[in-house]
Each structure stands twice: as C-alpha cells, then as structure tokens.
C-alpha cells in the first residue's frame, strides 16, 4: 500500500501559467481533500470530495478547481496562477465511517 | 473568524520535561478532535485524537486533556525527547461523511538536549 501520493514533488511556475497537482489514494476511502499549507497559517481546505461524483468548495477554493476522477484520483488544477498560490499543498483521504484522514507528501509549489 | 485557535505558537521543552498545547474551539457541533504531527518536508501524520463523550485519552506519553463545558483540549507530551521536536496541529471535524478538518495554526516544539 502507498497509501495517498502526490505528483510533482516540487513545481516552479510563473504566473499565468497552469498545471495540475494530482493525487491518488489506493485505501479504498470515499471521501478525498485538497489543502495548502502557508507559514502560520496552518493547513486550509480548498476543496473536498466527500464520494465519488461530487466535489465542494473549502475555506479557500477561489483560483483552484477540482475533478473526482474516479474513486482513487481527485486533482488541483490552476487555471492561472498567481504568486499567491505559492504555497504546500497536501492532498488527503478518509474511509467511510471513520475520522482519521491521511496526509500525502505534499507539493511544494512555487509562483514568481 | 477562526474556529479553532492552537497556543503557543512556538515551544521549547528540556528533553524529559513535559510540552503542553492548547486549543480552543468555537462550534459545539465538532465532535472529533485530532492532533496530528509533522515533520519537516513531510505530510501530517495523526497522533491522537478523542471525541467528546470522554475528558481524556492517553496513548504512550502523548495525552489529550478535553474540557467539554470551556470548549478547550491540550495536549500533552510526558519526557519530551529531540525526536518530538515537529510541528503540531490541533483540529476539529464534524462526524457528517466527507467532512473536513478544521486546523489550528500550528505550534512548533523544539526539545533541546
């Protein structure tokens, strides 16, 4: 089990330009989570997929939008990113009827 | 308006003493609240987490002291040792499917030897 992994690691991009974070889980769980992670901010949801086939909006969702693949895949994608994305974004998952979500490596981003 | 609020936001323990978090939360319907620990370049990892039908739950060293009535729980890390040292995150979800967590802002534990 690899548990949640996130592709890339580390990304540079200037502003304007776009890319998709992406993220797998192979637990089988239902619900998926997108945050970022900015120094002493703590961590900020940006969107959720409670089940497969829908997607919600966070706290901080504006710039960003999501796809539920399938069960396992949910991706981030910038349409035009700007130097405020810049940032550490984690993807997470949580199985049905438990609490616990688990965190992937996370994506080191970078908007100049 | 922040929902949960985590002091300090920095620590630092002799190792063997004890290293003490705090959190606060606003909404009453938060009935899951896990702390999670990360090191550095690396994702959240839970540590421990309590729901609300008890005031305190230990696992090894690490306890969550709940307080239902001040809405508050802390936790606490028993002979602190340089491998605690990590970034610590206090949270709170509602137990509705998908629902997610809410942080804290973080508190950052240094244990100097």
């Known amino acids: 089990n690899a548990g949640v992994t996130q592709t890339p690691k580390f990304q540079v991009l200037k502003t304007g330009q776009s890319m998709t974070l992406q993220c797998a889980q192979d637990m089988n769980h239902n619900s998926m989570y997108w945050y970022r992670q900015d120094p002493g901010m703590g961590l900020r949801l940006i969107y959720y997929?409670?089940?497969?086939?829908?997607?919600d909006k966070g706290e901080v969702p504006n710039g960003y939008n999501v796809s539920r693949l399938n069960k396992r895949e949910f991706s981030l994608r910038l349409e035009s990113a700007a130097p405020s994305q810049t940032s550490v974004y984690f993807c997470?998952?949580?199985?049905?009827?438990?609490?616990?979500?688990?965190f992937g490596p996370g994506t080191r981003l970078t908007v100049t | 308006q922040q929902q949960v609020k985590q002091s300090p936001q920095s620590l630092i323990v002799q190792k063997g003493g004890i290293s003490i978090i705090n959190c606060a939360y606003e909404n009453t319907a938060f009935d899951y609240f896990p702390w999670y620990q990360q090191f550095p370049g690396k994702g959240p990892a839970l540590l421990i987490a309590i729901r609300p039908d008890v005031s305190e739950k230990k696992e090894g060293r690490f306890t969550i002291s709940f307080n239902k009535s001040a809405k508050q729980f802390s936790l606490h890390i028993m002979d602190s040792q340089p491998g605690d040292s990590a970034t610590y995150f206090c949270a709170a979800s509602k137990s509705q499917a998908g629902t997610a967590l809410i942080f804290g802002k973080g508190t950052t534990l240094s244990v100097s030897s």
């Open positions: 997470a998952s949580r199985h049905r009827g438990t609490y616990e979500q688990y």
């Open positions: 997929s409670a089940s497969e086939g829908t997607t």
